[in-house]
């Protein structure tokens, strides 16, 4: 990837990095913006794919390899959705949205092989910094021992969440037996249940807040178990080594998009935010800012909350578009602070903090893969983050850095060289990340609308995976399914 | 109101209904479904509202009072917003949607007034009926002494939350002492926590259902206790006499709205749909299908569910755009019987009845002041509308009259004349009644956001009240203070 100078619009990034990343990559490859205007050829297609994120993608993907005709529309001037990469200068890129896999992930691993991208390590050696009640310490291994009743405390939630969550089917969470109990309240309420400590209780939430950038008291206690156990455990979720966190991709997580649209080519069209789908005789058209489109089949592959922002006709079930107002999204900062040298590996530092205070109280090691630059990547998630979105940008950075320095020394303002975040819920067309959450009620009396295709409109994304619900590996699966589905009709 | 033959369109209802009224009413009164093409007059305002229920019609009139410009764009083809007048043929009307007032709700009855409108008592005379474990008892009083117990535990928990609610600051409920801890539950862990008969968790869930057409565990506790802060007391949410349900306006509560939009004439738009607002130096420009209005200020007096779905340019701040995310409609059916005569009074029966089960378990008669036809109104809320929204019509009409028949007797099915229900979920620019309402966390974290406004852009609509929210009196407060703010900037 090639060094820009500073680009002038989010857009304009975007595609500036789309085509050096093309460029760069293997010959035959071609993006439009738009066809010319008038133009009908390529406009009438089997199906029509709403979002150029993984999942849509990845769905496009499969239908063009059955031999059946695609377009894929994407809103932004960009693909990739909530994966987004950002040039350190040099050919370093660092990853402002979602980055990470797990060795459980195997279908997200399985497209990184395919697209001929490398995973590495998250950097992982080292102690870790625990800062709580205004005392910082250094530890090993999963849980900080800064007060051992708390942390034996929240160990023994961990497990007994773990059990629970294995209770709820994957693919109908609102069938499992105590289903209608556990939607009834919020995860806060069961742990105010059932921890009795200040510390366990913070730790735990913590926890909550690094998976959903929302706080305890958003969730529904049955999502948050779906969820658990759509990754296999909550360990699964917080751990780095053998979790969620476990590797990276070399260059950038975005690059699975854009070499999944490299080899779509013209079928994707980026800045044609579809506005309107409208159910015909025989075929839907999918009316956009780039134009109208003309599919037997359309897939739907954004969040739930975007969804219900596109006009349908004929207007989508009252359960499907009242799914769609339940299901908000996430509130987090992602922050990222560039420096010569990751200097906190000298101090024997892995870079990874949790706080209870602060603005940003969850960090991680981000450097590119040789280590240089370093850079700390640092969230603000949920009520935080909410605060921050009220405040102006340089008192947010001065913050973040504070937490830094905080956790890892002066040297974390003083060799600071570059500092960037961004919001996903001033995102237009993300509105919030991670992802879209279920509060109470939600699952057990429209859980069954999250897939349930609408006349000829199915629905992709993350937020419709059973399995890494959340992750890019669920937006894999999400578009394998609603792929067969559509194939199967066609 | 003259007797229709059946119409073809709810939207030929409505405008044949409203140009009814018209003709039957003062003269002088125009309403143009759109201007001509390309007519630039008129298009330039000081304030364009979206939305012609009673918020919208209400600032619109105050914005026209103080020598201001106003348009007022609609995207039905009829005014009223959530109210809706049906014929009953013989100039008779019933309403499928809001309908009542109470007799605290000044602001609502001065306006009620001040049109030329008149109201009467809801029919209250006889005995009411309860069911509940599959017996049926009549009674006289506020609560039916079917199970002692469980009475007694209703009556002290509403004392409890009546007191708990005047803890709420109306225009800032999330300053409440308590705030943190009541937004982190729902209603539902609140019951589970505080009752301990199963009839009396019951009978309050029955009131919380049929106060908001949502399930105790949708809720908010705090936000429960706002909404009753903001009526008064519980009583004055769930009463009859005294209460919300007191009255009913003659003619229909449609007429509200029907007449002042007869009053703003030509301001007031019908069939313009709005699809963008944009910013622009010194104006904004709000874009609908039936053309573009410029104007200094605008006022979207729609539920944040649907503001959500408005594009704006610049996009709405992070806060406001996730609050929309996070407010859903409630879910009701509205399910009117029509008999020759209320054969239910000759049996010395209110037409109240309240019940544990069966497709509806509240009605009441709502026959037209004369008692003649006589009118069965039940409701179908929460879990249970949402169920039946995946039936199909026919059975549905079938449980509800099943329903009138067990508190009613036979006479409910051999007497019928006619059936009809309305689901607002159903309706593209409502999309479920009675009203948006906050899930756990949303006040806390988003609350302050609800009336803010966003450059050019002011708030209003029920959901925005402080005082009477989610009623017709907190849409006239609203529409009161959005034009007031728009006022003082202009």
């Not at 942390?151 to 209608?180: F, G, H, K, N, Y």
């Not at 089949?297 to 969804?307: E, G, H, M």
Request: with cysteine; hydrophobic share 40%.
């Amino acid at each position: 990837m090639r060094e820009d100078a500073e680009p002038r619009s989010r857009a304009e990034i975007s595609r500036r990095r789309l085509l050096g990343a093309a460029a760069a990559g293997a010959a035959g490859y071609a993006l439009r913006s738009a066809p010319a205007a008038g133009a009908a050829s390529g406009r009438d297609v089997d199906v029509v794919v709403v979002g150029a994120g993984i999942a849509g993608l990845y769905a496009a993907r499969e239908i063009a390899r059955a031999g059946r005709s695609v377009a894929v529309l994407e809103a932004r001037g960009r693909v990739g959705g909530r994966t987004l990469n950002h040039p350190l200068g040099r050919g370093h890129i660092v990853e402002i949205g979602g980055q990470w896999v797990g060795p459980q992930q195997k279908r997200i691993l399985k497209l990184i092989s395919e697209l001929g991208l490398e995973t590495f390590k998250t950097y992982n050696r080292g102690k870790y910094v625990d800062y709580r009640n205004g005392i910082r310490l250094t530890y090993s291994g999963r849980i900080p021992p800064t007060d051992p009743a708390a942390d034996a405390e929240a160990e023994a939630a961990i497990v007994e969440l773990d059990s629970m969550a294995r209770q709820v089917p994957l693919d109908a969470p609102w069938t499992a037996e105590r289903a209608r109990k556990w939607d009834s309240q919020t995860f806060q309420t069961w742990i105010d249940g059932h921890m009795a400590t200040p510390g366990g209780k913070k730790l735990l939430a913590l926890g909550i807040q690094a998976v959903f950038a929302a706080e305890p008291r958003d969730l529904s206690l049955l999502f948050v178990l779906f969820y658990i156990h759509s990754a296999g455990s909550l360990e699964n979720l917080i751990n780095t080594a053998g979790g969620a966190q476990d590797s990276r991709i070399v260059g950038g997580s975005q690059l699975i998009s854009i070499r999944m649209a490299r080899r779509l080519g013209r079928r994707v069209v980026l800045e044609a935010p579809v506005e309107e789908i409208v159910e015909r005789r025989g075929h839907a058209e999918v009316r956009s800012r780039a134009g109208t489109w003309r599919a037997r089949r359309v897939i739907v592959a954004v969040p739930p909350a975007l969804a219900g922002r596109i006009r349908y006709r004929p207007i989508m079930p009252a359960l499907r578009d009242q799914l769609t107002q339940r299901m908000p999204m996430g509130t987090v900062f992602k922050c990222i602070a560039v420096y010569p040298t990751p200097f906190w590996r000298a101090d024997g530092l892995a870079g990874q903090a949790t706080s209870d205070s602060g603005a940003s109280r969850v960090t991680f090691d981000n450097s590119p893969p040789g280590g240089k630059p370093g850079v700390l990547l640092g969230f603000i998630e949920g009520e935080e983050a909410r605060y921050w979105e009220t405040q102006p940008a340089a008192k947010r950075r001065k913050a973040v850095i504070d937490s830094f320095v905080t956790y890892f020394g002066e040297k974390a303002r003083t060799e600071l060289r570059n500092y960037f975040d961004k919001s996903w819920a001033e995102e237009e067309y993300t509105r919030g990340c991670y992802v879209g959450y279920a509060p109470p009620g939600v699952l057990l009396d429209y859980g069954r609308h999250l897939r349930a295709p609408a006349g000829r409109i199915h629905w992709a994304g993350t937020e419709t995976a059973t399995v890494w619900n959340g992750y890019m590996d669920g937006a894999v699966q999400s578009g394998e399914r609603a792929a067969a589905e559509v194939l199967a009709d066609l």
